[in-house]
């Protein structure tokens, strides 16, 4: 005999086996389990567009900030160096 928490896992996992078995062995419960897989993966595709949509537009919301922070960095660079110049 094994040990006691390996044999008890056994124990569950016979069980979990056995209910397993004896739901899939009607058609009608195969039949409501491939449906709900079916719509499951459906639901799945749906989220996986629009996660992929809002990270498009959080991209393209942070690649503008990005651009407008970048000209006036610039345009600020151009006034430091005119004030440097003037004061030479």
Do not use: C, P, Q
Not at 12 to 22: F, H, N, S, V, Y
Not at 64 to 83: A, L, N, R, W
């Amino acid at each position: 005999m094994g040990k006691k928490s390996g044999s008890f896992l056994s124990l569950l996992t016979g069980i979990a086996l056995g209910a397993a078995a004896i739901f899939f062995s009607k058609a009608e419960n195969r039949d409501k389990t491939k449906k709900l897989a079916k719509e499951t993966v459906e639901k799945a595709k749906v989220e996986v567009n629009k996660a992929a949509t809002k990270a498009k537009v959080v991209t393209k919301k942070v690649t503008s900030k990005g651009k407008k922070i970048k000209s006036k960095i610039k345009s600020d660079v151009k006034e430091i160096k005119k004030i440097a110049a003037a004061k030479k």
